[in-house]
């Protein structure tokens, strides 16, 4: 692989990992303690993740409990949880946060397929602007009379299959999400 086709894999590789992130926030009718690891608590005036705070488990599929290390964090942390857009009213028992999961409409349903088609559409865009910083480099390496016009031309079509690659991975993740999001 050269250095084109290597800098650019890296680049789609991050939008992939991105993309994998970005599923991961939204929230289906099951638990997934993803949905809490950009919630930042106020824990003794510092922004800290829940994660770090407290032990998340999933005990069933349709419930997320919260149970902090330091008890006098229960406050805060179930406060951050209220102020996220996550949607969900968290219920303190004093010891633990239970966090219910609804299982989702049908509407809702469809519009979180909608979030995640636009969420794969962004990171497809993405892999594009990979590929054509790529090509750029190397049209550029040919005016600087370091690649002959054949090597450009091979370089191209590698970051083509390349492109083409990532784009179907997406696709499937795309696929699997929304079947993940309709199943009721």
Not at 93 to 114: A, M, N, Q, W, Y
Not at 130 to 157: F, I, P, Y
């Amino acid at each position: 692989m050269s250095q084109y086709t290597d800098s650019a894999k890296r680049h789609m590789e991050r939008c992939v990992e991105g993309l994998r992130h970005n599923f991961a926030k939204v929230r289906t009718g099951r638990a997934s303690a993803q949905v809490l690891a950009d919630i930042k608590v106020d824990y003794y005036g510092q922004p800290t993740p829940i994660t770090q705070l407290a032990a998340v488990k999933v005990p069933e599929a349709s419930m997320l409990v919260v149970e902090p290390w330091d008890k006098s964090s229960l406050r805060a942390i179930e406060k951050a949880i209220e102020m996220s857009d996550l949607g969900i009213t968290p219920g303190n028992d004093g010891s633990c946060i239970r966090l219910p999961f609804p299982k989702p409409t049908e509407e809702r349903r469809r519009e979180l397929v909608k979030e995640c088609g636009k969420y794969a559409e962004e990171a497809k865009v993405a892999v594009r602007n990979a590929r054509r910083d790529a090509n750029n480099a190397a049209e550029r390496a040919q005016k600087d009379a370091d690649l002959s016009e054949d090597d450009v031309a091979r370089e191209k079509k590698a970051i083509q299959k390349l492109t083409d690659s990532y784009v179907a991975r997406i696709d499937d993740m795309l696929k699997t999400k929304t079947a993940e999001v309709m199943e009721i």
